[in-house]
């Protein structure tokens, strides 16, 4: 295995990727959302087409890993009666959408949020040349939650409390008003689409976005609001957000989910957010992988699929984070990948960082008021300081001097 491969474009459920573990099929839920229903539904299918675990993505997805191909059809099937997959590949890659889990019933993220999807659903929309990853954002509440996520176009408030459409990469966005605002992402979606600069169906909004000053029909005046602090496991306006072990549910833990709620939204946060939850939350630490409590270390840890279900990945990623997950430092925050791709996460954004390649794997220490530092070792020498570390050695994480 050599160095890793950039696939440049993103699986759906329609279109999957073959993966280490079978095929991985992504599952895009209409407006962030999932009903009881279909929490039960995807759960009965991780099980009996996967191998019985959900990841939940940073794009507000989720995804079943280890169909076998012959199996592909039938799930497909399934998703369509519990109405969760597009009518065809086409419509699927352009529908990279995520809500602000916040929404409340007709305000002004959830009426665009509907108005989006459904021009996103028109299969003679001229979008044929957007990158497979491209995707929008809708954070309309007071103050953006979503800017940390990776979108290409965002509908979110300025600094004066109005709607803007902005281009990520941009401070500044194009005052729009609530009818206008999805005609004025999909005119931007398709100025982009239509880029000569945009090669090989791979780029993204932010490597461009300096070239939109040549058209005037885009006028980015307007600052947008600075973005909220992340949200943290508990009790929010619309629920309650729960925390997710590394990202990921068993099959059993989704349909014991569904017996306890009317609805989840999903978000990018390795949470999800129980619709109108009233009961104790407490009630949840019985579902498997489901954190209530805030200062679970294991809200602190990223980390990547890894081997053996990714044919990439040179590390065990979340038998890694789960040993080191004891000995993480109240405050610090970690980020494990398997390979230089660096899936799942912003390595820069973490205190600690463990990166693997073929040669080895490189750790990244940010001590407080220092820049990163850097060492590297070979798989044999890492393996070794890890097992020192899980009997109590400090070597990765050394209090600050």
Not at 17 to 29: E, F
Not at 126 to 137: C, D, E, I, R, Y
Not at 322 to 330: A, E, H, Q
Request: proline share 5%; with cysteine.
């Amino acid at each position: 295995m050599g160095d890793p491969v950039v696939k440049g474009w993103c699986p759906g459920a329609l279109k999957p990727m073959q993966s280490g573990d079978g095929l991985l099929v992504r599952i895009r839920p209409f407006k962030s959302r999932l009903n009881a229903d279909q929490l039960a539904g995807i759960g009965k299918l991780a099980r009996e087409y996967g191998n019985g675990l959900v990841d939940f993505s940073r794009r507000s997805n989720l995804q079943l890993r280890g169909v076998l191909p012959e199996n592909h059809a039938p799930l497909m099937a399934r998703l369509q009666s519990l109405h969760l997959i597009d009518d065809n590949v086409l419509v699927e890659s352009r529908r990279n959408m995520v809500v602000t889990p916040f929404w409340t019933d007709g305000d002004d993220s959830d009426v665009i949020a509907a108005r989006l999807e459904k021009a996103l659903l028109d299969e003679n929309l001229h979008l044929t040349g957007l990158p497979g990853k491209f995707g929008f954002a809708v954070d309309c509440g007071p103050l953006p939650v979503l800017s940390g996520m990776p979108a290409d176009i965002r509908i979110e408030r300025s600094a004066q409390g109005g709607l803007v459409v902005r281009p990520d990469g941009s401070d500044f966005g194009i005052s729009v008003q609530l009818e206008t605002a999805v005609d004025m992402a999909v005119s931007l979606a398709r100025w982009f689409s239509d880029l000569k600069e945009i090669k090989a169906g791979r780029g993204r909004m932010r490597q461009y976005v300096h070239l939109l000053p040549e058209n005037a029909e885009f006028m980015l005046t307007e600052a947008s609001a600075e973005p909220a602090v992340m949200p943290a496991v508990g009790w929010v306006q619309t629920g309650f957000l729960a925390g997710l072990e590394l990202g990921q549910l068993t099959a059993a833990g989704l349909i014991a989910l569904s017996e306890k709620v009317d609805a989840v939204r999903l978000t990018p946060w390795r949470m999800l957010c129980l619709e109108h939850y009233s009961a104790d939350a407490g009630l949840l630490d019985a579902i498997d992988g489901m954190i209530t409590n805030p200062d679970c270390p294991l809200m602190r840890i990223a980390a990547c699929t890894g081997s053996p279900a990714c044919p990439q990945g040179w590390l065990d990623t979340r038998k890694l984070a789960r040993d080191l997950s004891t000995s993480l430092p109240l405050g610090d925050s970690l980020y494990i990948s398997g390979c230089t791709k660096k899936c799942a996460g912003q390595s820069e954004a973490f205190t600690h960082a463990m990166i693997a390649a073929q040669s080895g794997v490189t750790v990244y220490n940010k001590q407080r008021n220092a820049p990163f530092s850097s060492e590297h070792f070979s798989h044999e020498e890492f393996k070794e300081k890890t097992t020192m570390h899980i009997k109590g050695d400090t070597f990765f994480f050394k209090e600050s001097q």
